[in-house]
């Protein structure tokens, strides 16, 4: 018969079987976010009910805060131990260690009278330099007003320049990192509250915001909304600030709790300055400072000199609260001040105008990087003398498929997209747009590697396999490309690797293994389902282990990690790479030993499948690895011969 006869009575057979192909989810860190958020989403909704209940029978502010904070304390969801700093309208707390905060005023915030609206335009010549209003609460919140949109537009008129605006949900995290980018001047007018470790802008919306986000702390979930600071737009920048002075008019702004934590991470962002203030600062207060400081530097004055003429004009400290509200400033020469409920001397230079100075000299921070589709490399722009501003950078990419490109006067945010090869280039123009010279990057974006080429040692070809629900997936960890776990977050979970090989007696696997989890959590190395040494967990590096085969036989390998119902800590994963195997593999389902997979030895697995033929070695034609020979495995053989898919080696 011909090899097409063969194949098409083998198709009829194998459609005859019904076959229901497997769908697979998503693993890693994607996997992991959805679990910490679900988390969340269910611990909310048990105090959202409380809150509402609280409302419902008349309680003021303080005593709806008591009822949530109660409840906080008998959920089982909430991190034990964690609520904290309690006041009559909040209180902070953890859910399997995502920070989050309950605010009676933010959430509960008059609504704008009916018919009311703000004049919300953005205006000005669009060359000039920008500034940007940031009010998530802006036509929600009726203390709310026009003053900082009406500010912004009398300053962007002042610098021959542009007003942006971001508000209500339009004011999400990400949109304002890089909006801040783009800024020559920012106003952050919004709800602040502060922790002991920092001072939060209140935003509406909790769009862009992970669960990576709330463990590390510079962001907290408020049940749908959440809340940001200045480490939250560090990180999630695009590339620096370009030297943009930050009005932040929010309440505690530079809390002494917080320890300038927002103001030295936008600092080192690349903003100029950041004013805020020590404590709750009055809607009088805050426009009387606001109109003398703006108008010195619409008129020309260093924030140095505004500063310094504000305080004596309108007052060191706002008289409109208790305890007085201190204006602060911080910028690279301006520290957080050891006492900031005090008088504070500012020195900054900045002007509203900059004052050219010409560029003689340019670097990237990198002229070469590797990276793999969907990598990010942040390009930083050094250029000389310090404090040379008299130019315009242009970035470009010689192939838009291979690696895009974004940036400003600082820096720039190039996005792998596709494997090969392509230049960054960032031409260098004087303020007349006349070229000065060149940079560039080399960008080598290289194909993903699938799971076996990332575990299996150069050279080798082991064929290992995943569970559907939380699958193991390629890694760049340490320098090399390696295997991790896909279920971290989740609690009660395991995500298992598999892998089996015929051994003889004397032949041995290695691999190399860590893990980074919480004392509980462990990873595990298990043959033919028993444990091989011992788990391991918490923070261990790099491992060898090897396994040596006391009988000939097929022996089974699993790579377990497994989580219980507390807290997450570390990365929550294992990681498995360098795996070596003494003997010599051959290629399941390859049956006629000729190096393929062919119509042959599809035809040998149906028959296996059948039970017409009993073949010893019956396991390598298991090759959906469901520890039986079925239909399946010979439809699987048969698109490996027609090219569809590759084998799994």
Request: include cysteine; charged fraction near 20%; charge should be negative.
């Amino acid at each position: 018969m011909t090899v097409r006869g063969i194949l098409s009575l083998l198709l009829a057979a194998l459609l005859s079987a019904a076959l229901v192909p497997l769908s697979v989810k998503a693993a890693g860190s994607a996997a992991r976010d959805a679990g910490l958020m679900a988390l969340l989403s269910e611990a909310w909704e048990y105090l959202d009910k409380a809150e509402a209940d609280a409302i419902a029978s008349g309680a003021d502010r303080s005593a709806v805060t008591l009822t949530v904070y109660r409840a906080a304390l008998n959920s089982g969801l909430v991190d034990e131990g964690s609520q904290g700093s309690l006041t009559e309208k909040s209180f902070f707390f953890k859910v399997r260690g995502m920070a989050c905060a309950y605010d009676y005023d933010a959430r509960n915030y008059p609504s704008l009278e009916r018919g009311r609206s703000l004049s919300l335009k953005e205006t000005g010549d669009e060359d000039g330099d920008g500034i940007l209003l940031v009010g998530p609460y802006y036509g929600q919140d009726a203390s709310f007003t026009d003053r900082y949109a009406n500010e912004a537009a009398s300053v962007a008129e002042a610098a021959g320049g542009h007003t942006r605006i971001l508000a209500g949900q339009d004011a999400s995290g990400p949109n304002i990192a890089r909006a801040l980018t783009e800024a020559r001047a920012a106003f952050i007018d919004s709800h602040g509250v502060q922790s002991a470790d920092s001072t939060y802008i209140c935003l509406t919306t909790g769009a862009g915001v992970t669960a990576n986000d709330y463990l590390n702390g510079w962001a907290v979930n408020a049940g749908g909304a959440a809340y940001i600071d200045g480490r939250y737009i560090k990180n999630h920048a695009p590339y620096p600030i370009d030297d943009c002075f930050i009005w932040m008019s929010m309440c505690s702004g530079m809390h002494p709790s917080g320890e300038g934590t927002t103001g030295c991470a936008l600092i080192e962002s690349g903003a100029a300055g950041v004013y805020g203030y020590s404590r709750d600062v009055s809607f009088d207060g805050d426009y009387a400072f606001e109109a003398n400081f703006w108008n010195s530097i619409k008129n020309g004055a260093t924030v140095a000199e505004a500063f310094a003429k504000m305080t004596a004009e309108v007052g060191e400290c706002d008289p409109f609260t208790s305890p007085n509200a201190w204006p602060v400033v911080m910028s690279p020469v301006d520290p957080f001040p050891q006492n900031p409920d005090s008088h504070q001397t500012v020195r900054c230079g900045w002007t509203l105008i900059k004052k050219e100075t010409a560029i003689s000299g340019w670097s990237l921070s990198e002229t070469g990087a590797e990276l793999y589709p969907g990598d990010e490399l942040k390009l930083l722009f050094n250029g000389t003398p310090l404090g040379a501003n008299a130019y315009i950078l242009n970035w470009r990419s010689e192939d838009d498929g291979i690696a895009s490109v974004t940036g400003n006067n600082k820096g720039a945010l190039v996005v792998a997209l596709s494997s090969g090869s392509t230049r960054i280039i960032c031409d260098v123009l004087d303020l007349a747009g006349e070229l000065l010279g060149t940079a560039y990057a080399e960008v080598n974006v290289l194909p993903v590697p699938d799971l076996g080429s990332a575990l299996n040692v150069p050279g080798e070809r082991l064929p290992f396999t995943t569970e559907t629900e939380y699958p193991w997936k390629t890694v760049m960890v340490d320098g090399r490309t390696a295997a991790i776990s896909g279920n971290a977050g989740v609690k009660d979970s395991s995500s298992s690797l598999y892998l089996k090989l015929r051994m003889a007696s004397g032949d041995t696997l290695s691999f190399d293994w860590k893990v980074s989890s919480e004392p509980s959590d462990k990873l595990g190395f298990y043959v033919n389902g028993d444990l091989y040494g011992h788990t391991i967990s918490g923070k261990k590096d790099w491992k060898n282990v090897v396994f040596t085969a006391e009988t000939d036989g097929e022996y089974a390998f699993e790579w377990r990690y497994e989580k219980d119902r507390m807290a997450d800590s570390g990365d929550d994963c294992g990681f498995v790479d360098n795996v070596s195997f003494s003997g010599t593999y051959s290629l399941p389902g390859d049956y006629d030993g000729d190096g393929e997979i062919t119509a042959a030895d599809a035809l040998v697995i149906l028959r296996m499948a059948m039970e017409i033929i009993d073949r010893p070695d019956w396991f390598d034609g298991d090759l959906d690895h469901d520890g039986s020979v079925t239909a399946a495995d010979a439809l699987i053989a048969l698109r490996i011969a027609m090219g569809i898919i590759q084998p799994d080696r």
